[in-house]
C-alpha cells in the first residue's frame, strides 16, 4: 500500500450544502480534499436537485469543480441494496422500526470512504455529519463524540463506527451551531449549492413515496389481523402490521372512545396492541448486537459502574441510566425516568459525559 498523507483527505461530497461546508473548512486548515460521491442507485428521484434539474452526482461533481478538489465517483448500489435495503425490509417484516443510516454507516459509507483514502494515499477520511472525535491518548483509544452544538449533533448516527473509522475520521462541522452559518459560508463561495433543501431522513425512498408502498414493490407484504388491548381482547381489525410503528397514534382506522396508542406489534400473532399513553413508558430497555468502543464492553462491571446517559433514537434526549449485561449476551439499560415508546429496531445509544462508549439494537 502506498504511503498515506497526513495532509490529505478523502471527504464523502453529496452534493449538499453540509458536505460542501466541510470541504470548504478543511481547505481552510490547508488539507488536500479529494471529493467521493456515492451512487446508491435508490428506486427514486430523491437524488435529482431543483438546481437545474441536476442528479446528485452532477452536483456533487460541479460543486468538487467549484472548490478545485479531486472528484471520485463510487456505485455501491448493489452492496448498499444487499446490506441497508435488505435490511430494512427484513426489519419491517419483522415488525422492528430500522434505522437506515446506523446500517449504512459503517458497512457502507465509511468503509468506502477508508477503501478510497487508501487507493488514492489520504490519511484522513470525512464527512459532513455534526458529531466530533476523542483521542484517548493514556489507552490509545478514538471515541466518537458529541457535536459542541447539542441541537445538531448527529453522533448518535455513527455509533457502530470501528477504531479503523474513528482513528482517521475529521468532522469539520463539530463546532457549526447554526445551519445559517454553513449556507453563508457556501454563499461566500458562490456555490450552487447554498441554498440547496436538506436531505431526506430516508435517502432511497422519494419524498413523493412512502415506505410501505416501497417496502410493497420490494415483495414485503401484510395480511389483516386483530387489534387488542393489553389484555388480549379483540378491538378490531388492523389492516397489516407493516402500516403501524410503536406509539402511533393517528390513521389506525379504528375508534375507541378515548385516545389509543400502538404499545406492542406482536409479529408472532400478527396482532397490534392498543393502550394507553401510559403504556408506552418503560424504564427498562433491552437491546442486542451491542457494541462497545475499542472493545471496553469486555469489562463489565467497569461499564455497569458508569453513571452514564443513554438515547432511545436519535431525536431523544440523553437521560440517565444503568447498564447491565444479561447472561444471554443482551444489555438492559435501566433509565432513571421513564423513556416513551421505545421501539424494536432502534438504536439505544449509550454516552459517558460527551463520549460515545457504544450502543445496541432495541429487542
Known sequence: MMTLKKNKVVLGLSGGVDSTA?????????YEVV???FDIEAEC??????DGGLSGRERAEKVASQLGIEFIYKNVADLFDEIVIGNFCSEYACARTPN????CNPAVKFQTLLDAADEVGAYYIATGHYADTYHDEENDLWFIKRAANEKKDQSYMLYRLGQDVTSRLILPLNEIDDKEKVRELARDNALINADAKDSQEICFIDADDNYKDFLRRRG???REGDFVDPEGNVLGRHNGIL??????RKGLGIALGKPAFVTEIDADNNRVVLGDNADL???EVVSSDNIFFGGCGADKNYLESLDITAKIRYAAKPAQAKLC???????KTIFKDAQRAPTPGQSIVFYDGDLVIGGGFID
Open 22 to 30: 466541510a470541504a470548504l473548512l478543511l481547505q481552510e486548515k490547508g
Open 220 to 222: 414485503i407484504t401484510a
Open 35 to 37: 471529493g467521493l460521491y
Open 325 to 331: 449485561f444479561l447472561e444471554d449476551g443482551r444489555v
Open 45 to 50: 428521484s430523491s437524488c435529482k436537485g431543483s
Open 281 to 283: 413508558f418503560k424504564t
Open 100 to 103: 437506515p443510516c446506523i446500517i
Open 243 to 248: 402500516d403501524y410503528t410503536i406509539g402511533q
